[in-house]
């Protein structure tokens, strides 16, 4: 009952973030970017949620930034589950040197830190939203790639998919009917991981002011930006750093919620025979 009710609760956080970054037009009163008051004003009236250190508001400023950080994550979680997850079907179907290429490049990506890999790829390409999405998905894909080929392999083992191989199907049906569907349970719950892991990547990149413009309205940034007026000004880092936390907290419990829900009932035991 408890595990239902917290699901519930980060079920509603994530559709109240969602909507707000949808909405963000509608819902904002002032301009994200645009000076609307006094510095470092606390909340009032009008500005629920105080003023920044240049007097912009800082309710407009999470809602659009509700938009640019789930958008980004978004996009490196379907960069990394796309690229590792098709690379960790390849290496459960095939064998032979498909495989060992595809575990080779895997593990040597994975012997360099994501977040590094990420940081290596920004040099390269330059700093921006678009580029810290691009970098963060492709650091995530060599680990997506080795856990969804475990998923992967334990449901090309199953004596449905071998009797579907040995009467002629072809692997890229049985890949596209069988294995993927029935490894739906296990990439639920890395698709969930890994978008929380991705949101931590960008917001951590756009705090180390990577994002490019400055001015931009993403959670990462601002916290970045409060971080200098923790003693006058606390509430600057408060609402991001709230946002992040329980936006990742949410994404990972609902996420292992589901997967448990959606687990295969096991099969009952059947009592052994008494006798000597």
Known sequence: MMRRFLAGVAAA???TVAL????????AIHDPIQPVAAPLSPPAAGMLLGTDALGRDLLARMLFGARFSLVSGILATT?????????????????????????????TLLSIPGLLLALMLLAALGPGLATIALAVGLGGAPGFARLSRSAFLTARRS?????????????RWVALRHVMPNARTELLSLITTQFAWALLGTTTLTFLGLAGDLS??????????????????????????TAIALTILSVQYLGSWLSRRTEPPEAPRQALPDGG
């Open 13 to 15: 956080w994530l559709a």
């Open 20 to 27: 707000a970054a949808i909405l963000a037009p509608a819902l």
């Open 79 to 107: 960069l990394a589950a796309g690229a590792g997850g098709t690379a960790g079907l390849a290496a459960a179907m095939r064998s032979g040197w498909v495989e060992r290429a595809i575990l080779w490049a895997s593990n």
């Open 159 to 171: 004596d449905y998919v071998r009797a579907s191989l040995a009467l002629g199907a072809g692997s």
């Open 216 to 241: 931009l309205p993403e959670w990462g940034a601002m916290l970045n930006d409060g971080r200098s007026h923790l003693v006058a000004a606390p509430h600057l880092a408060l609402w991001p750093g």
